[in-house]
T-cell receptor, first 116, second 113 residues
């Protein structure tokens, strides 16, 4: 069974541009989480989608947005890129909230975004 | 601020020694989970402990949870060079409708061969 896949692996952009990152969950997983991990730091919660809806949002500006598609894959968009947006963006998925509360997250390998 | 705070921030030990890392959190939780991250990659789930459990084992891992102190510890016994990684705790706060997993800042473990 395929794991959580993220693309692209690496992305280089310049200030002011837009970046789009993609995530495909494990079959059967309907919840998708996005985290930002700046170099050497912890994970900052960005967004959570479940069954196509945005359920929760972290403390990030509106230029960070996303969506979840009917097949439960997800896209993270970052507009008007700033230097401090350079980070590893991690996608994690789990079974939907209607299942057990003890579900754990399965992570993708991440997309490294560099803003020059 | 982070819900989970691990300490120490960094730990360096010799192969064969035990490694202990701690996690503190702020609010009531459904469960606490530990994850491992090899350099620059995604996280891998290690072990989950429910709020009504005090101790749990999985292979060389032992996790304890003290809900009165809002803290947890992860013990890796007989460490190996392959255990070198960053370790994070994550809590699932008991807040209506959130299901928001909040990660700590991590402990960087280096096991020297």
């Amino acid at each position: 069974e395929a794991g959580v896949t993220q693309s692209p692996t690496h992305l280089i952009k310049t200030r002011g541009q837009q970046a789009t990152l993609r995530c495909s969950p494990i079959s059967g997983h309907t919840s998708v989480y996005w985290y930002q991990q700046a170099l050497g730091l912890g994970l900052q919660f960005l967004l959570w989608y479940d069954e196509g809806e945005e359920r929760n949002r972290g403390n990030f500006p509106p230029r960070f947005s996303g969506r979840q598609f009917p097949n439960y894959s997800s896209e993270l968009n970052v507009n008007a890129l700033e230097l401090e947006d350079s980070a590893l963006y991690l996608c994690a998925t789990r079974e939907g909230i209607k299942t057990s509360v003890d579900n754990v997250l399965t992570f993708g390998a991440g997309s490294r975004l560099t803003v020059l | 601020s982070q819900q989970g705070e691990e300490d120490p921030q960094a730990l360096s030990i010799q192969e064969g020694e035990n490694a202990t890392m701690n996690c503190s959190y702020k609010t009531s939780i459904n469960n606490l989970q530990w994850y491992r991250q090899n350099s620059g990659r995604g996280l891998v789930h290690l072990i989950l402990i429910r709020s009504n459990e005090r101790e749990k084992h999985s292979g060389r891992l032992r996790v304890t949870l003290d809900t009165s102190k809002k803290s947890s510890s992860l013990l890796i016994t007989a460490s190996r060079a392959a255990d070198t990684a960053s370790y994070f705790c994550a809590t699932d706060p008991v807040l209506s409708g959130t299901y928001k997993y909040i990660f700590g800042t991590g402990t960087r473990l280096k096991v020297l061969a």
